[in-house]
């Protein structure tokens, strides 16, 4: 196994278009969690799934955003009608069990112009 | 508000030194306490966690002290080495982890030869 492998490490998108975004995660974990990362900060929670059920969303997961995780496997995340303030490092990671080790892909950048 | 509190910000030793960096947290109810190393252009790795039982954890030259009753942790790095220039997250989750990781804003810590 790879570890986290997130697609595609950079997008850059206009101001208005969707950009959907995917996460492999280690195969044998059960849970699944996406963050954004924003310049010189650390990494903020968006959402966690435990299988294929969304059981968590952050107050910074707007209307606009949308993840799935069909099937307990891989997840996307779609934004739509990107802003410039979506512009950051978006990073998924994945766990089996709590209070384990978190491993994290490498991130997607957008950059939304 | 910012539940971990990391400092200092930035920090620059030499080479052969002790590197330490400080966190402070809020919610007592955070039960698991990681420590994260980013390289640019990376997702955050594992460096070390612990646990509020113990008071201390040591893995080759990483160690983290505990100080539950003052809501602190602190990550030192022994006989530092350019390779461990990179920027460090402290992090915190609650029992359960659904809410994912509560991280600090990181240090950049620069190890001159």
């Known amino acids: 196994d790879t570890g986290v492998s997130q697609d595609p490490r950079h997008k850059i998108t206009k101001r208005g278009q969707n950009v959907t975004f995917r996460c492999d995660p280690i195969s044998e974990h059960n849970r699944l969690y996406w963050y954004r990362q924003t310049l010189g900060q650390g990494p903020e929670f968006l959402t966690y799934f435990q299988n294929e059920a969304q059981l968590e969303k952050s107050r910074l997961l707007s209307d606009r955003f949308s993840a799935e995780r069909p099937k307990g496997s891989f997840s996307t995340l779609e934004i739509q009608r990107t802003e410039q303030g979506d512009s950051a490092m978006y990073l998924c990671a994945s766990q089996q069990g709590t209070g384990t080790e978190a491993f994290f892909g490498q991130g997607t950048r957008l950059t939304v112009v | 508000q910012q539940q971990v509190k990391q400092s200092p910000q930035s920090l620059i030793v030499q080479k052969g030194g002790i590197s330490i960096i400080n966190c402070a947290y809020e919610?007592?109810?955070?039960?698991?306490f990681p420590w994260y190393q980013q390289f640019p252009g990376k997702g955050p790795a594992l460096l070390i966690a612990?646990?509020?039982?113990?008071s201390e954890k040591k893995e080759g030259r990483f160690t983290i002290s505990f100080n539950k009753s003052a809501k602190q942790f602190s990550l030192h790095i022994m006989d530092s080495q350019p390779g461990d220039s990179a920027t460090y997250f402290c992090?915190?989750?609650?029992?359960?982890?659904?809410?994912?990781?509560?991280f600090g804003k990181g240090t950049h810590l620069i190890i001159q030869p």
């Open positions: 612990i646990r509020p039982d113990v």
């Open positions: 919610n007592t109810a955070f039960d698991y």
């Open positions: 992090a915190a989750s609650r029992r359960g982890g659904a809410d994912g990781l509560t």
